[in-house]
């Protein structure tokens, strides 16, 4: 009940026919995990194959750890954080669809998990400033008032936290992160037990990440409007890369 294995990314490309989008992937130019630049990340996915990508550079408190956080204005630390995103597209050059989302943590000690959000814009995050101060509650209803998704990203690795399904609309039961155990089956199960939607990603950091897992649909995701759509009708199949 987690990820449809292929072994060969032909599978779902070249044979099928369909479209495969990455679905959780970090930039260096933004986040501080990460070690790939953004043109570089790019160049390698369109080699692969791959139709899309959905940037999601972690949005939190340490995003701006090498810079002087509380001097920084809002939207200073907007930009900061498009860094990555706006590389990536601008690499791209219409080559693969360079979609906007973000791994957010919020700066609460009591909350120390990741959350996938989809379907953001640069204009959502420039209007509303007190993001990182809210919580998985108001953020659950300011996202829903905007028509975004919230998925708790690999929810069952060690440190995370359970919390109520109601505050989301799915979970990652399949993270591809190989320096971390996402414990992906237990993920899973509990996405049936809650009826949570699913989805995957490579959690792609660095060399060797790339487009071990995304989703599978028979349209192409070329928008966020597309990319949430496709969310909510679960049109679309799990997948990952047998290593």
């Known amino acids: 009940k987690g990820c449809k294995i292929y072994t060969d990314i ?6 099928t026919k369909n479209y495969l989008t990455e679905m959780h992937l970090h930039t260096k130019e933004t986040s501080n995990c990460g070690k790939m630049p953004a043109a570089e990340t790019v160049e390698n996915y369109i080699s692969l194959g791959f139709n899309t990508i959905v ?3 972690h949005f939190s408190t340490h995003t701006y750890f090498k810079y002087d956080y509380n001097s920084l204005g809002w939207q200073e630390k907007v930009d900061i954080f498009l860094k990555g995103y706006n590389t990536a597209k601008e690499a791209a050059k219409g080559r693969i669809n360079i979609l906007l989302g973000m791994e957010l943590r919020f700066d609460s000690e009591s909350d120390p998990n990741d959350y ?3 379907g953001i814009d640069e204009n959502f995050l420039r209007e509303h400033k007190d993001i990182l101060d809210m919580n998985i509650s108001s953020f659950s209803a300011l996202a829903r008032k905007n028509g975004l998704m919230i998925f708790q990203a690999h929810p069952f690795r060690f440190g995370m936290k359970i919390i109520n399904v109601k505050y989301l609309d799915g979970i990652e039961v399949c993270n591809r992160n190989i320096e971390h155990d996402s414990h992906n089956d237990i993920a899973a199960l509990w996405a049936e037990k809650f009826g949570l939607k699913k989805t995957a990603g490579s959690d792609h950091h660095q060399k060797g990440n790339e487009g071990l897992a995304g989703i599978i649909s028979k349209h192409e995701i070329t ?3 597309v990319l949430l759509d496709t969310l909510k009708k679960q049109d679309y199949t799990l997948y990952e890369k047998q290593l």
Do not use: A, H, P, Q
């Open 55 to 57: 940037v999601t550079d």
């Open 223 to 225: 928008s966020n409007k």
């Open 116 to 118: 996938l959000v989809y």
């Open 10 to 15: 032909s599978e779902v490309y070249f044979m």
